[in-house]
T-cell receptor, first 113, second 113 residues
Framework: GDSVTQMEGPVTLSEEAFLTINCTYT??????LFWYVQYPGEGLQLLLK?????DKGSNKGFEATYRKETTSFHLEKGSVQVSDSAVYFC????????????FGTGTKLQVIP | EPEVTQTPSHQVTQMGQEVILRCVPI?????FYWYRQILGQKVEFLVS????????KSEIFDDQFSVERPDGSNFTLKIRSTKLEDSAMYFC???????????FGPGTRLTVL
């Protein structure tokens, strides 16, 4: 079945540091890939998405590129802020069917001033 | 911007009691979903719903669970006889038929004592 694997957290960075959160996936077909963010005490917000190979999703300074050859969708940001502290979930929706989201385990990011 | 809403934000119940969690999806969406997140764990798919019937359900979604769209706006998840292990955050989501991203509500934290 479909699965998403994320790097273990927590990740602790200083403000303005470079962020990478690794994500790889296994899926049949041609999935769409997503990053969701969950701020403390809040629900899940869509951060960015990519629907086909080589697409780059971007939002709020975060980027991720859909790499079919390595089945990866790593999240990056050039300069993190304290307000980026949250849990980040990599996810996929497979083509066809009724579009259930398969989530990774989540990576907690803590940014310290 | 339209959003998914959920009530209540926190529900405390005794083991064996029935609970109903309520969601109002985005108005022009046609696919509806429930997910749950046990504290500290990944977000897990429970069920998807389209055209007034369940389209897919996970192995978690046993006979104790049911979903309903009682009117044109609400979407509910009922747990008939709650167990301690049902304690989790429950997220409702909805999606438009022509787009693959799902929009999540803020969640209902269910605590079973």
């Amino acid at each position: 079945g479909d699965s998403v694997t994320q790097m273990e957290g927590p990740v602790t960075l200083s403000e303005e540091a470079f962020l990478t959160i690794n994500c790889t996936y296994t899926a049949t077909g041609y999935p769409s890939l997503f990053w969701y963010v969950q701020y403390p005490g809040e629900g899940l917000q869509l951060l960015l998405k990519a629907t086909k190979a080589d697409d780059k999703g971007s939002n709020k300074g975060f980027e991720a590129t859909y790499r079919k050859e390595t089945t990866s969708f790593h999240l990056e940001k050039g300069s993190v802020q304290v307000s980026d502290s949250a849990v980040y979930f990599c996810a996929l929706v497979n083509s066809g069917g009724y579009q259930k989201v398969t989530f990774g385990t989540g990576t907690k990011l803590q940014v310290i001033p | 911007e339209p959003e998914v809403t959920q009530t209540p934000s926190h529900q405390v119940t005794q083991m064996g009691q029935e609970v109903i969690l309520r969601c109002v999806p985005i108005s022009n969406h046609l696919y509806f979903y429930w997910y749950r997140q046990i504290l500290g764990q990944k977000v897990e798919f429970l069920v998807s719903f389209y055209n007034n019937e369940i389209s897919e359900k996970s192995e978690i979604f046993d006979d104790q669970f049911s979903v309903e769209r009682p009117d044109g706006s609400n979407f509910t998840l009922k747990i008939r006889s709650t167990k301690l292990e049902d304690s989790a955050m429950y997220f409702c989501a909805s999606s438009h038929p022509r787009r693959d991203e799902q929009f999540f509500g803020p969640g209902t934290r269910l605590t079973v004592l």
